[in-house]
Every structure is written in structure tokens, then in C-alpha cells.
T-cell receptor, first 114, second 108 residues
């Protein structure tokens, strides 16, 4: 089945630094990937839609300069959290539409900013 | 816009049947998904309905009524491992938007 590899799975960084999260579609091409954020016991909130070769589309309220998305190839999308602060601590998950009917999710990245 | 409602929590007994409802209001509806998510993990795909009716997959079934903007997920022969959050998600305008999720507690 379709697999989306996401890493790192966990990262702890200091306040003010930047963190890059990668998502790769391993056995299919993902023209579009979606980035979600999830707070504890809350649902997934769509942050942005990442399109290969073009600018990402951000949801209302999401700072594009803070959450930089790059989709340089059909199999790789990255999310960079710039100048991270403790309030950015969260669970970040990517997903891509696979060849079947569903969306395949990455395994998620637990970001803790200290 | 998109608005999805589902109950916050449900409790059921091992071996029983539970139905989790979801109502949605969306423009450009393009299908209704159900996902299971255990704490700290990514969601896993359960079902996808785009036409009215019932889709059955083993212990899990999902129903859709497009005219009513309504779906449900039916879990049969509940097992303890079914304790998880169940997310209803609809696709409208090419985006998948998730409901808040229903936390299901299965008790012995």
C-alpha cells in the first residue's frame, strides 16, 4: 500500500531555532500534500496545502512566514517551523492522496520547543 | 465553508455495537472519510463513502446520506483495542477537513 515517510518522529528544540520536518511518498507520486497540526485531545487542523512546483496554499490564520512549506519534487514536501516558540509545540502530520480512495498519513512529528 | 459535527465522547462495552454519528455541511462535497486515531499516533484510514448507502468492511461499516448531510460509523463486536478517537472528515473543494473526533472508550 501507499506509504508516506515522515521524519523526525520527535524533536526537541530551543526557542528561537528552526526545525524542518520532511514527508516523502515512498511508492507513489504526490502532486499535493497536506500539512496538519494537532493539539492534545483535539482534531487535526489543516495548516496548508502543498503543491509540487508552486507555492503552498495556507489556511486562514496560519502564518506563512513562520511555517515555510516547500514541495520541490513529486515525492518530497517539507515544513519548516521558523523561530520556534513554546506555543508551536504540537503534533504535526502530513498526508497525501494515494492512488486508492484514501489519504495516507505520515507517522507524525512531535515537536517540543523549550 | 465546511462544518462537521460529531459527539465528543462515547462509551461502550466489549462485544457490543456502537454507532458514531457525523453531520456535515460543505460546499462541493466530494466524499466522506472515517479515520481511527490512537493517542499519539497518526490517523489510519477506515472508510470512504461518496455514494449513499452502507459500506461494510469486516467489523466496521460506514453509512452516508448526502441529502441529509449525515454519516455514521458502525463498529461491531467491540474489542478493547477499538478504544480510540474516530475522526469524520469530508472533502469539499479538494481539501479534507476533519471533525473534532469522537473519543470511544470500550470497557470490559
Amino acid at each position: 500500500g501507499a506509504v508516506v515517510s515522515q521524519h523526525p518522529s520527535r524533536v526537541i528544540c530551543k526557542s528561537g531555532t528552526s526545525v524542518k520536518i520532511e514527508c516523502r511518498s515512498l511508492d507513489f507520486q504526490a502532486t499535493t500534500m497536506f500539512w496538519y497540526r494537532q493539539f492534545p485531545k483535539k482534531s487535526l487542523m489543516l495548516m496548508a496545502t502543498s503543491n509540487e512546483g508552486s507555492k503552498a496554499t495556507y489556511e486562514q490564520g496560519v502564518e506563512k512566514d513562520k511555517f515555510l512549506i516547500n514541495h520541490a519534487s513529486l515525492t518530497l514536501s517539507t515544513l519548516t517551523v521558523t523561530s520556534a516558540h513554546p506555543e508551536d509545540s504540537s503534533f504535526y502530520i502530513c498526508s497525501a492522496r494515494d492512488a486508492g480512495d484514501g489519504y495516507t498519513f505520515g507517522s507524525g512529528t512531535r515537536l517540543t520547543v523549550v | 465553508g465546511q462544518n462537521i459535527d460529531q459527539p465528543t465522547e462515547m462509551t461502550a462495552t466489549e462485544g457490543a455495537i456502537v454507532q458514531i454519528n457525523c453531520t456535515y455541511q460543505t460546499s462541493g462535497f466530494n466524499g466522506l472519510f472515517w479515520y481511527q486515531q490512537h493517542a499519539g499516533e497518526a490517523p489510519t484510514f477506515l472508510s470512504y463513502n461518496v455514494l449513499d448507502g452502507l459500506e461494510e468492511k469486516g467489523r466496521f461499516s460506514s453509512f452516508l446520506s448526502r441529502s441529509k448531510g449525515y454519516s455514521y460509523l458502525l463498529l461491531k463486536e467491540l474489542q478493547m483495542k477499538d478504544s480510540a478517537s474516530y475522526l469524520c472528515a469530508d472533502t469539499g473543494g479538494f481539501k479534507t477537513i476533519f471533525g473534532a473526533g469522537t473519543r470511544l472508550f470500550v470497557k470490559a
